[in-house]
């Protein structure tokens, strides 16, 4: 079941995405991500990078998701930035690249910064990219 809801807090606009963990349904993410960022006029070439390292941060975790999983998707918005943390219950044992791979090599050079941690048998990708063009 695809779920999508969202809220409005005091800082920043926060969207939540769930979707089954398959590969298949990453094209909703991908979309949502460009959606977002184009809200905040992110220029064309920084919403490619943010869809691409969306894109990479579900792979990474769908390789290590737990059968049946559903990958939780939640969107923050504020006035320049769009942080995007990914998070899936994983396989038992399950561990995330080294960040010395290539897939975290990409994550870095297209975001502002890249964080992920492993606790409670759930995997979490943070990603946060800052607009860098003026209005």
Known sequence: ???L???LTTDDDVVHLTVPAEGGYLSVLRTATAGLAARLQ???DEIEDLRIAVDEACAMLL???APGAELDCRFSVTEDALT???TVPT???AKLP???SFAWKVLTALTTSATAGATDGRATISLLTRRASGW
């Open 84 to 86: 995007v943390e990914v």
């Open 42 to 44: 992110f220029a064309l």
């Open 1 to 3: 079941m695809t779920q």
């Open 98 to 100: 080294a960040e010395s």
């Open 5 to 7: 809801t969202g809220q």
């Open 63 to 65: 390789a290590i998701a």
């Open 91 to 93: 396989v038992p044992g």
